[in-house]
Structures are given as C-alpha cells and as structure tokens.
C-alpha cells in the first residue's frame, strides 16, 4: 500500500478533522501514516494544506506530480495544490465549476448544498470525505472505517457526521 492524498482548504474548515480520521482508519489497518500540515494564518481564515502519506514512506511531503488524491474544500485552495496532484489522479473540490485537468475529477458545489439546506455547514469536510468515499475507487478505507474513526473522535457528533456522509454518498450529480 502506497497512497499519497492532499487536503486543502482554509481555517475552520475542518482540515485537520479530516487528518485525524483518516490517520486512525490507516492504523486500524496495520498501515504506515505520515502527515504534515501548514496551518499559515488558519485562525484568520488563511490556507490549511496537509499531506498525507499512506504505507511505506519515509518523508512527509508530497512531491509535484506525486499526490494520488487532492480533496479541494474550496476551489481556490485546490487550485493552489494542483502541482502535486499526479497525471490520472483523482480531484475531489468544493466547486461550482473547475478548469478541466488530466485528472478524475469529481466537482461538487457543496457550499451552495449547505447554503440550499441538504446538510449543515460545519459538515463540508464530512460531505467531501463522503464524495470521496462514493468517486474515487482506489481510495484505501470503507465507509463503515471512516465511520468508525468519525465515531472514536467524537461520539457526541457521530450521528450528525454519519447523516451528512450518507447524503453524500446518495448525493446524484457526485
């Protein structure tokens, strides 16, 4: 196993939630996990990026070209980190529209979603993991492990996280 995923967004979008789940389904499954983040001026509503590094590496960053996955929480975030997204790879982003790549890309306007009632807005990184779960066929966890890992975090919200994942994954235009 050897699997390389960017996460982009900004403060308080739950970047680093997403780390932690998914940094707990790889050491349910015996799997080597390395992940760095840049917090810039999260507080403030700047730039979060983490690079996650799944099996048998040695060094945290991904290198350009290298990432088999980028979950863009917002647009301009993934279009920052679109140098480490690898040709072929997979691109999961919170947009209304994006500049057709060599990629799979998977476009979604989960803020109009929030904004139209589908689900609640602090569960944006939730509903991407979600679109996630449902895209990319090579991704290396189950629903039923990320669910697990969202429940271990934190059972008061589970329920909550569970409801928004399952919209995603049922979601039709993902």
């Known amino acids: 196993m050897k699997y390389q995923i960017l996460i982009a967004g900004f403060g308080g979008q739950g970047v680093v939630f997403l780390v932690k789940v998914l940094s707990i389904c790889a050491a349910k499954k015996g799997y080597k996990f390395l992940g760095t983040e840049n917090h810039g001026m999260s507080q403030r509503g700047g730039s ?98 990320i669910k697990e890992a969202i429940k271990e975090i934190n059972p008061k919200f589970a329920k909550s996280n569970f409801e928004i994942l399952e919209k995603a994954l049922n979601y039709e235009r993902n």
């Open 48 to 145: 979060v990026s983490s690079h996650i590094k799944i099996g048998n590496f040695y060094n945290p960053l991904i290198d350009y070209g290298q990432a088999d996955l980028l979950i863009g929480l917002d647009r301009d975030e993934a279009i920052l980190n679109l140098p480490y997204l690898k040709k072929g790879g997979d691109l999961v982003v919170n947009a209304s529209d994006f500049p057709k790549l060599e990629a799979n890309e998977y476009i979604v306007d989960a803020n109009q979603l929030a904004e139209d009632g589908l689900f609640d807005a602090k569960g944006l990184n939730v509903f991407m993991l979600g679109t996630v779960l449902k895209n990319v066929k090579n991704f290396p966890f189950s629903v039923e492990e």
